[in-house]
């Protein structure tokens, strides 16, 4: 068992202090694209039919990991704060009622979307072919949305006290325990698409009853009891108030996905859906590892802004763009000169292939102002700076890919989907790097000051 002392998040050594908060979340979401690429694989494997039906059901598990997100990135930027204050109690009175939250939410979520699977598999536009398929695996991925959100949360509350390194180790847990399963489940028990939902959920069990036994046995810096009470209520809007535009950026996500698969369907039937849904996926690879360095990050920037260091929070900030930036250059250069290769691990059927190779040179181009939006939400959200980090946050996958569709669909067609995908993060890219020109400033928008 490793080490399970929190790190002291106000340590002057703050590069070293820095990589030790963020790489484990960067590992956990490595670890978690590799799951989703590995899961894709063997799913590919039963036809892009198969492949079709999972990418479908995808985006409403999306839709409830927001919601832990939410409350996952208030209760560790609160968390945060609060111990940078020195006041451990108030730390454990946010982490408690989140908890509380969010084993109500869950069940309520699960419940209602094993209820209404039939009818969200409608909406999503699955064809004849397909529909049977994502209805079963839906009906198990119900109950894993469920527990993916109790376990997102309990990840962010291990990394806001500092304790990223229990979260790297649940995450390896599940996500391996995760793909290992899969092939036992989908092939050498024959349970195909239903077999790779079942594999996630008892990935979770495993991995939550870790949870269980750390919060148990108070191994981190808080006490931990889940409650609604009128003191731990009294937490919960300053913290949903920071969490609301993660969530936000997170469910626009899923819609949009949705909206996307939905016209991929219109426009190229099931190879259209799958050959968007690699891209997708291989785009969110890329991405997932960025965006954990910069929520791996986020409570160091947070502890700093509750010390009133801004000093500190000034060179943090460089230190984190800097770093994903570089990261993410390299990760486009990937995918814009070799994505025949990367979609080939996917789907050898060339009407796939044809649609997902240019969809992800596009979306490639997009990964270095995708890495400059993740940098400056987080630098928001742990100033308390909610409008700006809400602006931010809906503009890729809201009010910026609309407009983008709505123009580009009818002359290009398929095409127009990656490319207004690709657009809107590119712009938002732009907006990222003004607002942190402006908060350099000395002016009233300027943070630093």
């Not at 198969?50 to 832990?68: C, D, K, Q, R, Y």
């Not at 039937?269 to 360095?293: D, K, N, T, V, Y």
Request: with cysteine.
């Amino acid at each position: 068992m490793p080490q399970l002392t929190p790190l002291d998040l106000g340590s002057p050594a703050l590069c070293r202090t820095l990589l030790r908060i963020a790489l484990p979340m960067v590992g956990g979401l490595t670890i978690n694209a590799a799951h989703q690429g590995v899961d894709a694989y063997f799913v590919g494997q039963l036809g892009p039919e198969a492949l079709a039906a999972v990418s479908l059901a995808l985006p409403v598990a999306g839709v409830t990991a927001a919601i832990g997100v939410g409350l996952g990135v208030g209760c560790a930027t609160h968390v945060a704060r609060a111990l940078g204050a020195e006041e451990r109690g108030r730390a454990g009175e946010v982490a408690s009622a989140a908890m509380g939250l969010c084993l109500m939410l869950a069940g309520a979520v699960a419940l209602g979307l094993w209820s209404t699977r039939s009818g969200l598999i409608e909406l999503l536009g699955a064809g004849a072919e397909v529909a049977p398929l994502a209805e079963a695996y839906l009906a198990i991925l119900a109950m894993s949305a469920g527990l993916g959100m109790v376990q997102i949360l309990c990840d962010f509350t291990a990394i806001g006290e500092g304790n990223a390194r229990f979260s790297l180790m649940s995450l390896c847990l599940c996500f391996s325990l995760n793909i290992c399963l899969d092939p036992l489940l989908i092939f050498t028990a024959g349970l195909g698409v239903t077999g790779a939902a079942l594999a996630t959920v008892l990935a979770q069990l495993v991995t939550l009853s870790l949870y269980l036994w750390y919060f148990a046995r108070h191994k981190g810096a808080l006490r931990l009891r889940p409650s609604l009470g009128r003191r731990a209520r009294a937490q919960l809007w300053p913290m949903l108030r920071i969490g609301l535009p993660e969530a936000g950026s997170v469910l626009l996500a899923s819609l949009a996905f949705v909206l996307l698969y939905r016209l991929a369907g219109q426009l190229e039937g099931a190879a259209g859906q799958a050959g968007l849904g690699i891209a997708l996926r291989l785009w969110l690879m890329a991405s997932l590892p960025i965006e954990g360095f910069c929520l791996g990050a986020q409570p160091l920037l947070a502890h700093a802004a509750g010390r009133g260091d801004l000093q500190r929070l000034v060179q943090a900030g460089y230190w984190i763009t800097g770093i994903v930036g570089m990261a993410s250059l390299g990760m486009a250069a990937l995918g814009s000169l070799a994505p025949e290769g990367l979609v080939q691990l996917f789907s050898a059927d060339p009407r796939v292939a044809a649609l997902a190779v240019p969809a992800l040179g596009m979306l490639a181009l997009s990964l270095p102002c995708v890495a400059l939006r993740h940098a400056t939400q987080v630098l928001l959200q742990a100033t308390l700076r909610v409008q700006l980090a809400a602006l931010l946050a809906l503009a890729p996958l809201g009010w910026l890919l609309l407009p983008l569709l709505v123009g580009l669909v009818p002359p290009l067609g398929f095409d127009a989907l990656p490319l207004s995908l690709a657009v809107a993060a590119i712009l938002t890219g732009l907006g990222a790097a003004l607002i942190l020109w402006l908060l350099s400033r000395p002016s009233p928008l300027g943070v630093f000051q």
